[in-house]
């Protein structure tokens, strides 16, 4: 991964997307040879000259100014996590981005935190930035038992892996192209934040070789956070479950998050939770004197 490179594709992509309408712009000619913007309309309403702009959809991002940025989050229309990815694409770009990786802090478990995982009493889990999961609690481990279940999982399940690789993944996710649209706007997302990460940048390229679905959505170059929402599986022992999931980050652990599922009360997802708590707690043998004892 080039942040060069990147940053010309990311700024190409943009551009190609909004038409002159969306952009407010006067459009003269029946026939333009682009869909989206010119270089020198995105560029006017960026409020730079075109040979600039011209120089950083080439990847030359040297001494780009905070100010100048901005001008092209407004000419693109690009949102928070799009605007970030630019900023950092340009500070890599030119020369600003730090040559540093995080992989083996991102692979560590700290024990408070897999305390906090045990205590939860809803599914949960923390995984890195590039979807392996490092660690759940007992029921975030039944509710993604498919994951937990690939034969070449290795040391730590990659739910990145699974969702392009598994061919029980469509069975599992119920919005399966949704998932996959996100999971890979969160690896482009993740790359732009840290592209020397060694690890990150294997496994995009198994997934852009084994997986023609991943190497299409890669080549796109959408972004996205992913820190709240709702999600629907059908689990292979409960049925349909939706679930609401807020997304955790940790301060002491750059770059892991714990991922919390939780069903609203009464409903048909809090019961079939409910039942894939019972069966996975853990049974304790009776204390004499209790009941049953």
Same mark, same amino acid.
């Given at each position: 991964?080039?942040?060069?490179?990147?940053?010309?594709? /990311?700024?190409?992509?943009?551009?190609?997307?909004?038409?002159?309408?969306?952009? $407010?712009?006067?459009?003269?000619?029946?026939?333009?040879?682009?869909?989206?913007?010119?270089?020198?309309?995105?560029?006017?309403?960026?409020?730079?000259?075109?040979?600039?702009?011209?120089?950083?959809?080439?990847?030359?991002?040297?001494?780009?100014?905070?100010?100048?940025?901005?001008?092209?989050?407004?000419?693109?229309?690009?949102?928070?996590? #799009?605007?970030?990815?630019?900023?950092?694409?340009?500070?890599?770009?030119?020369? $600003?981005?730090?040559?540093?990786?995080?992989?083996?802090?991102?692979?560590?478990?700290?024990?408070?935190?897999?305390?906090?995982?045990?205590?939860?009493?809803?599914?949960?889990?923390?995984?890195?930035?590039?979807?392996?999961?490092?660690?759940?609690?007992?029921?975030?481990?039944?509710?993604?038992?498919?994951?937990?279940?690939?034969?070449?999982?290795?040391?730590?399940?990659?739910?990145?892996?699974?969702?392009?690789?598994?061919?029980?993944?469509? =069975?599992?996710?119920?919005?399966?192209?949704?998932?996959?649209?996100?999971?890979?706007?969160?690896?482009?997302?993740?790359?732009?934040?840290?592209?020397?990460?060694?690890?990150?940048? #294997?496994?995009?390229?198994?997934?852009?070789?084994?997986?023609?679905? /991943?190497?299409?959505?890669?080549?796109?170059? =959408?972004?996205?956070?992913?820190?709240?929402?709702?999600?629907?599986?059908?689990?292979?022992?409960?049925?349909?479950?939706?679930?609401?999931?807020?997304?955790?980050?940790?301060?002491?652990?750059?770059?892991?998050?714990?991922?919390?599922?939780?069903?609203?009360? =009464?409903?048909?997802?809090?019961?079939?939770?409910?039942?894939?708590?019972?069966?996975?707690?853990?049974?304790?043998?009776?204390?004499?004197?209790?009941?049953?004892?």
């Amino acid at each position: 991964m080039s942040a060069g490179t990147d940053l010309k594709e /990311f700024l190409s992509s943009r551009r190609a997307r909004i038409t002159p309408e969306q952009a $407010g712009l006067p459009v003269y000619g029946a026939h333009r040879r682009v869909t989206g913007l010119r270089r020198e309309e995105a560029a006017l309403l960026a409020g730079i000259s075109v040979e600039y702009y011209t120089r950083l959809e080439r990847g030359s991002a040297g001494g780009v100014s905070d100010t100048v940025l901005d001008g092209l989050v407004h000419a693109l229309g690009l949102d928070e996590a #799009e605007r970030d990815h630019l900023f950092r694409l340009a500070r890599h770009a030119g020369g $600003g981005g730090r040559r540093t990786t995080r992989t083996p802090a991102r692979q560590r478990v700290r024990p408070t935190v897999q305390r906090i995982l045990d205590t939860m009493p809803t599914p949960a889990y923390l995984r890195n930035g590039r979807f392996d999961v490092l660690a759940a609690n007992d029921l975030g481990r039944a509710l993604y038992a498919p994951l937990y279940d690939q034969p070449d999982r290795g040391e730590h399940p990659n739910s990145a892996r699974y969702v392009f690789l598994d061919p029980s993944a469509p =069975d599992f996710f119920v919005d399966f192209e949704r998932v996959r649209d996100d999971c890979v706007a969160f690896l482009r997302a993740e790359a732009g934040r840290d592209p020397y990460d060694k690890a990150l940048s #294997e496994l995009v390229g198994e997934l852009s070789t084994r997986s023609e679905d /991943f190497r299409v959505r890669w080549a796109a170059h =959408d972004v996205k956070y992913h820190r709240t929402g709702r999600k629907r599986l059908h689990h292979p022992l409960v049925g349909d479950l939706e679930l609401d999931f807020e997304a955790f980050e940790l301060a002491g652990d750059p770059g892991q998050r714990i991922n919390v599922y939780t069903a609203e009360p =009464d409903s048909p997802a809090a019961g079939a939770l409910a039942l894939l708590a019972g069966w996975t707690a853990p049974h304790r043998p009776a204390v004499h004197g209790e009941p049953g004892a």
